[in-house]
């Protein structure tokens, strides 16, 4: 049973930082690809980040670009997406995302099967 669950959002002030973990199991995380979506009130969900399974390759919304970055650790099955210099604009629900196949720079939620319950992240200005 695949479970992603995550953890580390909170309430900050605007210019703050948060890390943000996604710890998996279940299946084998060292062989997809990861990624991390939001949702805000009243807003689609939206691609934020994505790594590649080795984590070599990384992809990113324009507006985090330079502001956050997303990392995996496979011998915790564990992935982060470290976020500086927050703004209000980043203030949603989090949430990380697992494939059930192999994709390639996956922006898109419906690429995703597996999601995590969400992790809250409020920026005050």
């Known amino acids: 049973q695949v479970q992603l669950v995550e953890s580390g959002g909170g309430s900050v002030q605007a210019g703050g930082s948060l890390r943000l973990s996604c710890a998996a199991s279940?299946?084998?995380?060292?062989?997809?690809?990861m990624a991390w979506f939001r949702q805000a009130p009243g807003k689609e969900r939206e691609f934020v980040a994505a790594?590649?399974?080795?984590?070599?390759?990384?992809y990113y919304r324009d507006s985090v670009k330079g502001r956050f970055t997303i990392s995996r650790d496979n011998a915790k099955n564990t992935v982060y997406l470290h976020m500086n210099t927050l703004n209000a604009e980043d203030t949603a629900v989090y949430y990380c995302?697992?494939?059930?196949?192999?994709?390639?720079?996956?922006?898109?939620?419906?690429?995703?099967?597996?999601w995590g319950q969400g992790t809250q992240v409020t920026v005050s200005s």
């Open positions: 995302a697992a494939p059930s196949r192999t994709i390639v720079a996956g922006d898109l939620a419906d690429e995703y099967e597996y």
């Open positions: 790594i590649s399974w080795s984590g070599g390759s990384t």
């Open positions: 279940g299946f084998s995380f060292n062989m997809f690809e």
